[in-house]
């Protein structure tokens, strides 16, 4: 017979034996799950345990509760229990003792094994929590840190804190670092922060990530922890004051001259250091406007980073006026920026911290070496002049690298260059660097991975899809991957490791392609293209999105927006409202800032 045959015997109605055979379709399997087979196991062996049927292991608490088991069970759950049956004097036992253990919570994991759920309350997460990371029960570990997680407030988050940090649950620790940050206004009116040691506050207060839209806000907080308990606490004060970012608060003479008179601050001559410097700073930044300093001090906190928005740039053919707007992503809304006092189309933008943004170069402007700087931070925020670059460019490319800002080729009385040149801001000096191997202008600049990239352009002759990149540390150009088509007009986005080529003219049409380079695989490969063909457009990069902002066409592309979801390879069109008051004005133009504190939409 057959593989593929089967023969059975049966008995007639009439007593007589009969052969059947069934024939089957030649190598046919089928694999059968049943998803209910280890639930249904786990219930029976819970069965057996609380009935104490088979149960080799009896696990005794301190205070004389005895928990039933199965070792192979206990051992198939938890590596603290393999290691105990399997490598210690306990393998032989049928009765082991847990000291230290909360009986109700020793029941709670065990039943956890045998059931697969676990009731976390505000009575037990305190102690099931440590007893769940001894018997290493990486699920009930983690379903207590996301309950506490859950339960977070500003009077509760630093107690939290030190409990993630004391029983190592990393993620929840930094989930409780960020809420303090954000916070943090209502977190230092409770308790828990006038109760903490030294050591913590000045981990809090030197944080860069403080959602603090004002720096006396972390100086009264400081003065009310050391007034808490004012004998044991005041010489503490110098060290506490060197995390006060006072020359922050030194443009706001009110404010300034309260923290001066504090008698604590008046009375310690080593506090009175930091009251200098803060005056000192704010006097030199009254006559030099753009200073970057190394000293923590200094340094804004990042609060504007927990919110970033769009600087846009607009120009009007009938205006000679360069219009700057505020952008929210997230709202669509709009509102007026500093205004320029002159026409700065065709010029190059760069921004050194998301702070400081720069504005060089251009047609129509009174030079086109000026550069003017913009600090959004300042509380009286205005366009002021800076230090002149060395060479007249429109056109021309735009790359901050390193607090350094390189301006690259571009038109010098009507003729591509191909000279570079850098400004320094630790000396606020221009010099010169290596020029590119060929004269671009309208070109497109990437900056990653510590490389500037000089990607397409026009050298005179023809739009480009030569790229090169320049190492600062050698001071050499280095010709790599070209583009896949050519490309002057380009603009240049760099997200997540990835420079995309967006747009511009290949010559005589303008693009709506768009191509990306990864510097590991080293070939330009193109993505989805855009809905609108566009070139010379801003393109900035905000919570993992491409925004490519206004630009010029032969369509109407001035007043919207595509914004671009790497995930999805897919472009979304948003449209600007406009208030142009008939001066025809259109966006050529965007940077990502500190979103400023002055900003109210």
Known sequence: MSVNEMEISQTSSCGSDFKQVLKFKASERTNFRNSHHSVKLLEDLQSLRKNEVLCDIRLETDDGTIVFGHKNVLVAASPYFRAMFSAFNESNKNLVNMREFNPDVLQLLVDYIYTGEIMVTNENVQVLLPAASLLQIDYVNSACADFLR???????????????????????MLSCKAFINQQFLEVVKGDEFLYLPYEKVIQLISS?????????????????????????RTDFLPNLMEHVRLPLIASKPDILKNIIEEPLLKNNPECNKFVIEAL?????????????????????????????????????????????????????????????????????????????????????????QSVNMLDVSSPSPCWVPMVNMLVSRAYLGVGVLNDCIYAVGGFQYF???????????????????????????????GVLNDHLYAIGGF???DSL?????????????TPVAELSVCRDSVSIGVMDGVIYAIGGIDGSVNLKSVEAYRPSDGVWSFIAD?????????VVTLDGLLYVIGGESEES?????????????????????????????????????????YITN
């Open 280 to 368: 000192n700073f704010h006097l030199q930044k009254s006559i030099q406007h753009f200073i970057i300093s190394h000293s923590i001090r200094y340094k804004p906190r990042q609060f504007g980073s927990l919110k970033k928005i769009i600087l846009m740039f607009n120009w009007s053919d009938k205006l000679p006026k360069c219009y700057t707007e505020w952008y929210d992503p997230a709202t669509n809304l709009q509102s007026s920026a500093p205004e320029m006092n002159d026409c700065r189309r065709k010029a190059g933008v760069g921004v050194i911290r998301d702070q400081f943004v720069f504005v060089m170069g251009g047609v129509n402007s009174s030079s086109s």
């Open 208 to 232: 860069d990530d403080l959602a603090v839209p004002f720096e006396e806000k972390v100086f009264e907080c400081v003065i009310n922890w050391v007034k808490y308990d004012l004998n044991r």
């Open 465 to 477: 899809k030569s790229v090169e990149s320049y190492d600062p540390l050698l001071d050499t150009w």
């Open 459 to 461: 050298d005179g002759y």
């Open 530 to 538: 855009m809905h609108l063909c566009r070139n010379n457009s801003g």
């Open 150 to 172: 859950t339960q977070l407030n500003p009077s509760n988050c630093i107690g939290i804190k030190a409990f993630a940090d004391l029983h190592n649950c990393t993620d929840l």
């Open 415 to 445: 003729y591509p260059v191909n000279s570079v040149e850098v400004f320094d801001s630790s000396i606020q000096k221009w010099r010169m660097v290596t020029s590119m191997k060929t004269n671009r202008s309208l070109l497109g600049i």
């Open 557 to 597: 592309v001035f007043d919207t927006i595509e914004v671009y979801n790497p995930k999805t390879n897919t472009w979304s069109l948003r449209t600007l409202s406009r208030n142009n008051n008939g001066a025809d004005i259109k966006v050529h133009c965007g940077v990502v800032v500190n979103r400023p504190p």
